[in-house]
């Protein structure tokens, strides 16, 4: 349902006009972009599922062990970022989507979308 925005009166939805007031009824506005804790919320969650997508990463590289030289500490150092509240630059999540994990790093330049 919706109400006139002139007299308040409840309106059925094909409604042109306000029948207690006469007044044209105006077409309902789309809904609101979802709130803030909202995309804060999905943002922790895309930075939680980057984060064990790091560490996926770590483990499948452990075959080799030049690549841990620098994924386990990019690993890390994520991982303290998140934990301190920082932003990772976008330079460390393109190495981080190249070297360690597309997934991890794709999500991360995501979250950042979401603040």
């Not at 500490?73 to 597309?102: A, E, Q």
């Amino acid at each position: 349902m919706k109400y006139c925005s002139h007299c308040g009166k409840e309106l059925v939805d094909e409604a042109v006009v306000c029948p207690n007031c006469g007044c044209a009824a105006e077409m309902q506005t789309p809904p609101p972009p979802p709130p803030e804790a909202q995309k804060s919320e999905m943002a922790d969650v895309l930075r939680l599922i980057a984060k064990i997508f790091m560490i996926i990463g770590c483990v499948s590289f452990g075959a080799a062990l030049i690549p841990l030289a620098w994924s386990i500490p990019m690993t890390v150092h994520y991982w303290r970022c998140v934990r301190d509240g920082r932003s990772v630059g976008l330079g460390f999540k393109i190495c981080s989507l190249i070297f360690v994990n597309t997934v991890a790093g794709i999500l991360m330049i995501v979250s950042d979308d979401l603040k």
